[in-house]
């Protein structure tokens, strides 16, 4: 056997050295990146949502009132106190002023995520002499949503994909408390171009599935209730935004016995996006059995996910009113933000 210099051997313990350190970190960050994976259960379920406002929103000014410019009271505003008093329905507005003598009262309202605080002048109604602060305002919300996903770990829900919004302002609702209701009959009237169609169903207001107090642009997240949650079924990871593909890809959704089914879609359009947006891509329906059932992507639809190489990746949003068989989705990185 050939006789090794020493020069030769410690240029070779060298190499060995740096090859297993490689080998090392590079199963170092294997294992941290595998740790870091969010695994999800996907749900499509449909649902009744009911939420209290935090705060009152203002969605119109009283005819009777319009003449005292000087309020500075707009469309949109959020009144949270008056008279130092917390204001979270209509009825504690009258309460609040039928209990004071006085022809200003101090209003704190919450504008464009800045607390203002005014003296507001009362009008007497000539028709029951009761003074009023001259605003209609919203205090409860309710609808139909579709539940995303699942958090077996900490029983957090994803749903929707976009915010609740009022719909005369458009502007995000502030959630003092809100409610998911398990659906009893689910409807749905198709969609067709021009008209968007929706999902109709009757919910039973004593099953309360889980509670939520989070609205944001990219939609609601609560906690479920111990008796409604999915720990039995298979999470799977969660995709990132730079995973998604054009091309096939399936949703899961409700059918109209409330069974879960997936439905073939395709991606057809990536928006290039670093920040987190609601329309993130454009799919489409392809799969002739949801056609033929909704129409293709109606209201009440929002949050259902979508899954693609085995990965969630986003969530349905938006429908394109003049062709019910596309629309907008969310990439699942912006949901989860």
Not at 156 to 181: M, N, P, Q, R, W
Not at 242 to 251: L, P, Q, S
């Amino acid at each position: 056997m050939a006789k090794i210099s020493k020069r030769k051997f410690l240029i070779l313990i060298l190499i060995l050295s740096s090859l297993l350190t490689s080998f090392t970190s590079f199963n170092l960050i294997s294992q941290a990146f595998n740790q870091n994976k969010l695994e999800l259960i996907p749900l499509g379920n449909i649902a009744g949502i009911k939420l209290d406002t935090k705060g009152v929103l203002i969605i119109g000014i009283d005819e009777n009132y319009l003449k005292y410019k000087d309020r500075n009271i707009k469309i949109g505003d959020i009144i949270v106190k008056i008279e130092g008093k917390e204001v979270n329905k209509a009825q504690d507005i009258k309460d609040i002023i039928d209990n004071t003598n006085k022809h200003f009262v101090n209003v704190t309202i919450k504008r464009n995520g800045k607390y203002i605080s005014k003296n507001v002048k009362l009008y007497k109604d000539g028709k029951d002499d009761s003074y009023k602060i001259g605003v209609w305002v919203r205090d409860k919300i309710a609808g139909i949503g579709t539940l995303t996903c699942y958090n077996p770990k900490t029983k957090e829900f994803y749903a929707l994909g976009h915010g609740i919004t009022d719909v005369d302002t458009g502007s995000i609702i502030e959630v003092k408390k809100g409610f998911l209701y398990k659906s009893k009959e689910i409807g749905v009237k198709k969609g067709v171009s021009g008209v968007p169609g929706e999902i109709t169903g009757n919910f039973d207001k004593q099953n309360i599935m889980g509670e939520f107090n989070s609205n944001n642009d990219f939609g609601i997240k609560g906690v479920m209730n111990n008796e409604y949650r999915w720990d039995n079924l298979k999470p799977i990871e969660v995709g990132h935004y730079y995973e998604v593909e054009k091309g096939d890809a399936y949703i899961l959704f409700s059918d109209k016995n409330n069974k879960i089914k997936k439905y073939k879609i395709k991606i057809k359009k990536i928006f290039n996006q670093n920040k987190p947006k609601s329309k993130s891509m454009i799919v489409e329906i392809v799969d002739k059995n949801l056609i033929n059932y909704t129409g293709g992507i109606v209201q009440g639809m929002s949050g259902a996910p979508i899954i693609q190489n085995g990965k969630l990746m986003g969530a349905i949003t938006h429908v394109f009113v003049n062709n019910p068989k596309k629309g907008y989705a969310i990439f699942m990185d912006w949901m989860l933000k």
